[in-house]
């Protein structure tokens, strides 16, 4: 199959500045690098804005949107193709109707988006800082690619065997509640706040801190990190080297 190699050095390089994307065993290391590769060649990177694509910028994308499926495959992507980057937050008009019936409009800034059938949108300088802010269990890219998971599936993300829909959208929905109670008690929590906004964006934001910040989503959310280790079949917190001392 036609690929698109990527170098030894801008690998390393991709590493450094995502460490989330590293891995204990070489061969997750190495099929990472193999799934990026084949994304890379799948998907067309489009720029916004005079800002120009560089060969660093599209490998970083197309490693976080890979570490999601590093066990699924990236067939569950094949729904879009084209991925665009802008160079910062890309204010959208919205409209809401309330529960009387009367429509809001308003103005969105948006890190990233999930159009139905493409493309991805992301804003870049979110995706270059993602190495630092996983701290804060921010990753914009995976955030939207978990999107494309779920709706690639009618709602839900591909189930393994051995997870049913009734357990996990029980699970789910349990954690959700008691999430929103935190939020709505000025509670600090692991996870982005945002999360609180709606089920799905919980799922999402509950996924970025799985994959970045994992040892910590995991001590405050056993459960729910169990059940994404069954579903993503990873376990970052044990996948991933302990970090470097500074």
Known sequence: ??????????WKR???RYPFLQRRDPA??????????????????????????????AVSIAAQA?????????????????ITVH????????????????????????LGEVIPGGPVMLS??????????????????????????????????????????????STLA??????????????TTVLDPYGASAQDEFFAVASEAFFVNAAQMQKEHPVLYGMLCRLFLQDPAADQPPARRT
């Not at 199959?1 to 801008?10: F, H, K, S, T």
């Not at 690098?33 to 694509?53: A, H, I, W, Y």
């Not at 349990?174 to 509670?187: C, G, K, L, P, S």
């Open 14 to 16: 991709t590493l450094v």
């Open 124 to 169: 870049w300088p979110h995706v270059r800082r993602a190495g630092h802010s996983a701290a804060a269990s921010l990753n914009v890219v995976i955030h939207e690619f978990v999107h494309v998971l779920e709706r690639a599936a009618g709602g839900l993300p591909p189930l393994p065997p051995g997870l049913t829909a009734q357990e996990f959208d």
């Open 87 to 110: 160079p910062d937050v890309v204010v959208a008009q919205r409209s809401q109707e309330d529960v009387d019936g009367v429509v809001h409009e308003f103005e969105a800034e948006l």
């Open 174 to 187: 349990q954690e959700f509640a008691h999430f929103v109670q935190r939020v709505e008690a000025d509670e």
């Open 28 to 57: 997750d290391g190495a099929e990472l690098r193999r799934l990026t590769s084949l994304f890379l060649d799948r998907k067309e990177f489009t720029c916004t804005g005079g800002l120009k694509l560089t060969d660093a910028m």
């Open 66 to 82: 890979a570490l999601p499926v590093l066990r699924l495959g990236l067939d569950v992507y094949e729904g879009f193709v084209g």
């Open 1 to 10: 199959m036609q690929r698109r190699a990527v170098p030894d050095d801008l």
